[in-house]
Structures are given as C-alpha cells and as structure tokens.
C-alpha cells in the first residue's frame, strides 16, 4: 500500500486539521463568549476583574490555575454551603470582608461558561483596557447624570459610600472603608455591562429598565474613567441670594381653612417632576402641587403639622402651609448644591421655630428660621475625621436628620465620617455639637417607639455600607452600640412593633440581602434582647427600601424597588410583601403593579396602606386589614410618586 501521501493530500489533511482544530476553538470561544456576557450582565464583574484585588474581591486572574474546576463549580453554584467546610472559601471570606460571594442563581450549564470565560482569560495575555474620553459637551451630560442618579450612593467626588468608588484609579482612604476603585482596570464594556444589568449588591437595572438609554449608558461608563470635577461652594451671601419669602407669616392665615382637615393630608413626592402634591387623605382629593426642587427627596412636617418642609437634590428648599384652602408654597430657599435631609424644631419651647438643612455638597448643615427659611447659620462638617482612624476623608455628607422631642437638638448623621452629631440649636447662630462615634456610611434611620410610653429615647441609624445598625441613647447622650444586621440595611424610618416572643423591636429591610431584622429595643423590660437581631425574616428578593406599619396595624409592609429578580420573565420589583407581626412571618406577596413600587404611609387612623406606583404613575390604597386594594389614584398631574407623608404620623413620627 502507498504510504506516501501527496503535497495535496497533506494539504487536504491540514485543512481539515484547521478545519477541526478551529471549530473546536470556535467553540470554546463562543462558550466563553457566552460566559463574558453571563459574567458582565449577572453582576460578576461588579466584585471582580483580571487586574489587581479589589476590596470587593479578588482579582480573578489566573484563577483557573490556582484552583481547580471542581472547586470553581461547587463555589459559584452556592457560596455559602461551600464556606461551610471549606477553609481556603472561608479564607477568602475573611480577606474580603466587604463583600459576600452571592449566590447568582446560575445553571450549570452558565456555570460551565463562565468558567470557559476565565478560562480564556487566563490564557490571554495581561488586560489592557481602553477607553474613548468624553468631550467637553459629552462630559457635562454624563456629570448631570451623575449628580441626577449616581451621586447619592457614589459620593460627589465618586470616592464611594453605599456603592464602591468609582475613581478611575484604585483609592484607599481608610483601609476597607472605600470598596472599589478603579474603573479603568474594569473597563468599558464591563462597566457598561454593570450599568445596564445592575447588581444582584443593590445597583438598579439602569439600563434594563429604561432609566438610561443604550447611549447615557456608554457615556457614564466613559465618564466615570475620566477624573471627577471639582464642586463649588454654597455659602450665607449666596443662600441669602436665593431665600425667597413669598408670604410672610403676618399675611398667612390666621385660621386653619381646612378645618383640621390637614392632619391627615399626604404630602406627595412627585421626584421626575420637581413638585409635592397635597392629597386630602380623607377625600382623597388633590388639593394643590407645588414646586419643591430637583427630584424632591424627602418632606418632613413642623411639630405643630401646620407646614410641610420639602427638600431638592439640588438643595433646594420650601415651606407650604397647609392651612391654606389650597396648601401654598409660602417660602422658598437654596443652601445646598445637594441635598437629602431636612426637619423642624420639635423641643418643648422650640415646636415649628427653627428647621435644618443637611447638605451631600458641600459638606456642611444649616439652621434657617422655621416660618420663613430665612437662612441663620452655616456649619462645615468637612473637616470631620473618620471615627476609627482619624484619617482626614475627601467627603462628609450629611445624611439622615431627626428632631428629639425632648431637647433641642437635632441628631445629624455624617455619611463617610461615621460620626453622629446632636446639634443643639437654643443658640441657632452658634449650635452646639455633642459628637458621638458610630460607624461610616450612616444613612437613614428611626426612633424607638415602646408601646407604653411616649418618650423617644433611641435612635438607630444605618451604618449602611458596614452592614450594621448603631444606637444612640439621645437621654445619656452616647453611643450604645452598632450591631451587625444583613447586607447593607435601609430601614427608612423603620418599624416599632411588638413581637410576641421578644418584646419591642425596632425592624429593618436590606438593599443587599433578602432578609428583614427584628433588633430588640427594650433594655429595661428585656434586657436579654436589648440591641441584638432576634429575628430575621427570609424574603423573596434582595432590594428592599421600605418597611412600615403603625401602631394599630398586625402588619408590617416592606417593598423590593430595587430588585434585580425576575419571576417570568418580569421583575419582581412590582410586589410588596406583608409580614404578619403575630406570627414572625411572610403572610403574602401582592402584586401591586407590573412596574416598580416604592415606599409606604398609612393614613392618620392607621387603616389604610399607601403604595407609589413609581413608574406607571398611580398610588395604590390598600386597606390594613384585608390587604384588599381599595382604590387607586391616577391624574395627569401624578408623575413618578416616590416617598409620602402623612401630617399627623410625620409630624409625631409614627413608624
Ligand atoms: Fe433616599 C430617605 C439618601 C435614593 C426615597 N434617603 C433618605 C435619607 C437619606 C437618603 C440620607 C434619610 C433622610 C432623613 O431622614 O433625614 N436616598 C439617599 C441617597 O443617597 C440615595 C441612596 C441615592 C440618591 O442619589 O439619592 C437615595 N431615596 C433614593 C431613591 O432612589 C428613592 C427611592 C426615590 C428618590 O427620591 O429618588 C429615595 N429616601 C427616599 C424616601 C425617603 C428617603 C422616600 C424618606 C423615607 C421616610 O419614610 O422618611
């Protein structure tokens, strides 16, 4: 037999070798294509890339040599049953203690092509990324849209708070403290990925659910590569500029024209719009809408209920009185560039005198008078160090505010700093600062209600980014404690009800977990389960922003807006669901809308639930007790409701 074969048939051979050989290849490379998409989209690339460590997580490359695939399966199938026995996964966990390797809920067969993806990372040579800068006109859309929808959780200067920094280099200011940092290690297409898809962590689905077009994305995933802009300052000249005394109170009412009407209105946040609604709770009958500033964050009423302060992203802030027929705007006021936090004077002596801006930029607080916002004092806050380290810190934003009712102060809660301030404001021209460590990234929080007394004593607020809830003892004046609680927790005003096991208990919900906490709040009455969690609640989703209920209630609401769960093809970020206080557990899920819902607010009497029906426009009324809708309000005038507020449980700080 001729064994020769001919230059044709070694090129036939070759061919098919080729042929064969680049199939195979082929498929390996649509394989890990698959995977770079699962990869991007699923939120794996939120915690990790093929760089340097981040805090968030390890560097992943080369990770196909140092463990083997076995483990790599076992590990992104379920983390946490894997961290159970296994030391180098418990190693790992302790090494990056700002992040928990989540359970993404793949398949095997995504968990194969993610794989296959690192695979070929590993393969390839070092990553170099790229990116196109903006040009001038580029880069001063992308900082709007910064500032309209990412500062919050990034900080100003992008140095990172409740969300890791997003500074084109890696930037540690106080060792964990600042997760993240550097986006041009992550790249275009992944940050890209991460904006549009969101992150199992907490990040909405911006792109996903058409809050930024395909070309916002690319653009804010350019920008965040290039270095942030400076911010100006806001101080008195200036906010004396912008204070506007539209009726003084000498030409105000001198009656209530609502006839104690206005003790159950809802005062409505209108966020894309600018403006508050006021909507008569008992007729349900909007009465009037106002200007309230740049996607309107949050309203806070007087101690007396007669005015409802508004306050603006954009630091813009107003006053309605709602004794008025139509509620009215009655002065206006700017001392921010950027704002979240407002609220009254409630002390005995000082009820309605005095109110308070906390201020995300610049970093400072101010005291204005209470019936006109004329502007009385500005205090900086930026030079507050952070609790632990005494490091000097790039920013300090004010977050949460709220008013004791028994001596005048304010409690203010210094975002990246970790510090809780009680400013006492007797002397408004020259508050007072009693400062109190508690931990970075405090951000919302509420008071203590015990069931048989009216004192409000303990406030907890959310060290959110430390997953942790600090307590502090406004009678003493000190810090209790900061207990550890679920992933980034978001308690809102909270939830004070009684559990039939433990006693009084303060509850939250979580941005970053699918549980809710129950933390036990009465030391006299049960000590055993004073400031620690007693219960937690498993939910469906992760995503949580609200919880409420009101002290006639057997329920406690809480929503999940920023979801990324899908159920059938649809988010879940539509529901809320009921936990039933008498039994410790989830009583239903009700699916409220096909689009996202936010936030709740009972009426004065405690009966009905009002739900915003954010993206399609509608609030939802449903009754406590059957959880039955019982209506529904729509008009052209109702634009992306977001937070609402009741007079009577605002003003008294029901929750
Ligand atoms: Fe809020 C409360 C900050 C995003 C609706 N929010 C607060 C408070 C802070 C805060 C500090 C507590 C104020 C107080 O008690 O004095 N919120 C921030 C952010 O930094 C963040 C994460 C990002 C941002 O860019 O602003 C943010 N908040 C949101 C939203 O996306 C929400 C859902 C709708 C919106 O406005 O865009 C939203 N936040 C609210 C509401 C409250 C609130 C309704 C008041 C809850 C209450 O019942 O009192």
Redesign the pocket.
């Known amino acids: 037999m001729n064994t020769k074969i001919s230059t044709l048939g070694w090129g036939f051979i070759i061919g098919l070798f080729a042929f064969f050989s680049s199939s195979i290849f082929s498929q390996a490379n649509e394989k890990a294509n698959k995977g770079k998409v699962i990869f991007n989209s699923k939120g794996c690339a939120a915690c990790h890339d093929f760089s340097a460590d981040k805090v968030t997580g390890p560097s992943l490359k080369g990770v196909t040599q140092r463990v083997n695939e076995d483990f790599l399966k076992k590990w992104i199938k379920n983390p946490d049953e894997v961290k159970k026995t296994d030391k180098y996964a418990q190693k790992l966990d302790k090494k990056f203690p700002n992040s928990n390797m989540l359970n993404l809920g793949l398949s095997d067969e995504e968990i194969s092509f993610v794989i296959e993806y690192l695979k070929f990372m590993d393969q390839s040579g070092p990553v170099k990324q790229t990116f196109v800068p903006l040009n001038k006109a580029q880069f001063e859309e992308a900082k709007q849209i910064y500032f309209n929808?990412?500062?919050?959780?990034h900080g100003a200067k992008r140095w990172g708070a409740?969300g890791p920094s997003l500074l084109p280099t890696s930037h540690i200011v106080s060792a964990k403290e600042v997760p993240g940092g550097g986006t041009r290690d992550k790249g275009t297409e992944a940050l890209k990925a991460i904006i549009w898809n969101g992150t199992p962590a907490g990040m909405p689905p911006w792109g996903k659910e058409g809050m930024l077009t395909e070309r916002e994305v690319d653009l804010m995933a350019r920008y965040v590569q290039m270095d942030p802009p400076p911010i100006p300052k806001l101080e008195m000249g200036e906010a004396k500029k912008f204070w506007n005394l539209i009726v003084k109170p000498s030409e105000r009412p001198k009656e209530d024209e609502s006839n104690g009407a206005y003790k159950n209105y809802f005062g409505v946040?209108l966020?894309d719009i600018g403006k508050v609604a006021i909507i008569d709770g008992t007729t349900k009958k909007m009465l009037s809408v106002v200007d309230s500033g740049f996607?309107?964050?949050?309203l806070?009423s007087s101690h007396s209920g007669r005015y409802f302060y508004t306050i603006g992203?954009d630091g813009k802030v107003g006053l309605i009185d709602l004794w008025y027929k139509a509620p009215k705007l009655v002065a206006t006021g700017r001392t921010c560039w950027d704002a979240?936090?407002?609220?009254s004077s409630k002390a005995p002596g000082f009820e309605d005198k005095y109110a308070i801006v906390?201020c995300?930029t610049p970093n400072q607080y101010w005291i204005l008078d209470g019936e006109t916002l004329e502007p009385l004092s500005v205090r900086s806050v930026a030079d507050s160090r952070d609790w632990a380290t005494n490091n000097k810190l790039p920013e300090v934003r004010v977050?949460?505010?709220?008013a004791s009712e028994n001596k005048p102060f304010w409690i203010i809660n210094l975002?990246e700093s970790g510090w809780v301030y009680l400013v006492y404001y007797d002397n408004p021209r020259k508050p007072r600062e009693i400062r109190l460590k508690a931990d970075n990234f405090l951000?919302?929080?509420g008071w203590v209600k015990l069931p048989d007394s009216n004192e409000k004593r303990y406030f907890l607020v959310a060290a959110n980014a430390k997953n942790k809830m600090c307590i502090v003892d406004t009678k003493e004046e000190k810090m209790i404690s900061c207990i550890d609680v679920g992933k980034i927790p978001h308690p809102?005003?909270g939830a004070n009800i009684v559990d039939p096991q433990y006693g009084p208990v303060y509850v939250t919900g979580h941005i970053g977990d699918d549980r809710i906490d129950f933390i036990g709040v009465d030391p006299e009455k049960y000590p055993q389960y004073a400031w620690k969690v007693v219960r937690t609640i498993k939910v469906k989703s992760a995503g949580n922003?609200?919880v409420?209920t009101h002290p006639k209630s057997k329920h406690i609401w809480f929503d999940m807006?920023l979801s990324s769960k899908e159920e059938k093809g649809k988010f879940v970020n539509g529901q809320v669901g009921v936990i039933d206080i008498t039994t410790g557990e989830v009583k239903t899920y009700i699916q409220v809308s096909p689009k996202r819902v936010?936030?709740f607010?009972y009426d004065k009497a405690g009966n009905e639930v009002w739900i915003s029906g954010?993206l399609d426009n509608k609030i939802y009324i449903y009754d406590d007790k059957t959880l039955k809708l019982k209506q529904v309000i729509k008009g052209d005038w109702l634009k992306t409701p977001?937070?609402k507020?009741n007079v009577t449980n605002t003003s008294k700080d029901i929750?």
């Open positions: 929808k990412c500062s919050g959780c409740t946040i966020r996607a309107t964050h949050i806070r992203r979240r936090s407002v609220d906390g995300y977050a949460s505010i709220v975002k951000h919302d929080g809102g005003r922003l609200f409420k807006p936010v936030h607010e954010w977001t937070g507020f929750y």
